[in-house]
């Protein structure tokens, strides 16, 4: 199987799987709300697969240098400027941390 060629990017648009397929616009900065209501974070980047130029993840800034992969389908909506996800803290933790490739 081949390895996912990745590529970051600043904004994008991806497809929200909240009941009907919408797309909406991320970018860096925007704000990241958990579950349970908390800001846990800001986007750093998008992470998009090289090969298909298709969104796979959003990297959560938690703190420096800590950056977490949030897979697109934990996106519950995104209201203005926040970005919610179906995960809760403990959740957030255990997500793999983002190593970019050299």
Known sequence: MAEMVEKLTIEA???LA????????VSRGM???????ELVGELAAILLDDR????????L??????????????????YGRTVQ?????????QLPKHQPKP
């Open 13 to 15: 648009q991806v497809c």
């Open 18 to 25: 909240c009941g009907a397929i919408v797309e909406t616009a």
């Open 31 to 37: 704000a990241i709300q958990s579950s349970e209501g």
């Open 52 to 59: 298909t130029k298709q969104p796979t993840h959003l990297i």
């Open 61 to 78: 800034c938690c703190q420096l240098p800590d950056y977490r992969l949030v897979p697109l389908e934990k996106v519950v909506g995104v």
């Open 85 to 93: 996800i179906s995960l809760a803290r403990e959740q957030i933790n």
